[in-house]
């Protein structure tokens, strides 16, 4: 099993909606969690970071966490063109504060 | 305002030459990182820094070399030695924190072989 796996996509959201990008992970013992968004020729950008199960909520980004499944997603609310994006789940590697990347989700919203 | 810089932001290497790449950050972080970025890749782990004078190999460390001389300064040398090196460098810090231990990306370096 891959560290970290997320839909490569392109995932494809009309304006307005809620966008949904999941990340499963391998490691057990990992602590927290981060998504970071990837504009195209640009580099990440650290927009959500949760450390215990559950829901966490800023602005229009909400994680959630499930431990047990080993599971992570982020959602975001009334979806704009400006969101459009490549999105990382980073999980840290086992017994290490340093996080693995998955390949990224490609979000686009269209107007 | 506090940042990462990175130089140059595009560069062009000629085989069996060795090239580095700068990078410069202020937010008074302890650990540094280079990745590595492939088109429709995630970020690989080249080398990472936790410490002044001291640095671990990452997850594709060969045909690559770094030094850290300074808190703030991460260089990282292509070597001729890694034979596949055009791709996307991202440069990295954080304080760091088992826990949460975010990161900060500088703009990157794009590297094409010629």
């Known amino acids: 099993q891959k560290e970290v796996e997320q839909n490569s996509g392109p995932l494809s959201v009309p304006e307005g909606a809620i966008a949904s990008l999941n990340c499963t992970y391998s490691d057990r013992g990992s602590q927290s969690f981060f998504w970071y968004r990837q504009y195209s020729g640009k580099s990440p950008e650290l927009i959500m970071s949760?450390?215990?199960?559950g829901d966490k909520e800023d602005g229009r980004f909400t994680a959630q966490l499930n431990k047990a499944s080993q599971y992570v997603s982020l959602l975001i609310r009334d979806s704009q063109p400006s969101d459009s994006a490549t999105y990382l789940c980073?999980?840290?590697?086992?017994?290490?504060?340093?996080?693995?990347f998955g390949r990224g989700t490609s979000l686009i919203v269209h107007p | 305002d506090g940042g990462i810089t990175q130089s140059p932001k595009y560069l062009f290497r000629k085989e069996g030459q060795n090239v580095t790449l700068s990078c410069e950050q202020n937010?008074?972080?302890?650990?540094m990182y280079w990745y590595r970025q492939d088109p429709g890749q995630g970020l690989r782990l080249i080398y990472y820094?936790?410490?002044?004078?001291?640095?671990q190999k990452g997850d594709i460390a060969e045909g690559y070399s770094v030094s850290r001389e300074k808190k703030e300064s991460f260089p990282l040398t292509v070597t001729s030695a890694q034979k596949n090196p055009t791709a996307f460098y991202l440069c990295?810090?954080?304080?760091?924190?088992?826990?949460?231990?975010?990161?900060?990306f500088g703009p990157g370096t794009r590297l094409t072989v010629l």
């Open positions: 820094s936790q410490i002044v004078n001291d640095f």
């Open positions: 937010l008074n972080h302890d650990a």
């Open positions: 949760i450390y215990s199960n």
């Open positions: 980073a999980p840290p590697r086992g017994g290490s504060y340093i996080p693995t």
């Open positions: 990295a810090s954080s304080k760091p924190d088992r826990v949460a231990n975010e990161q900060f």
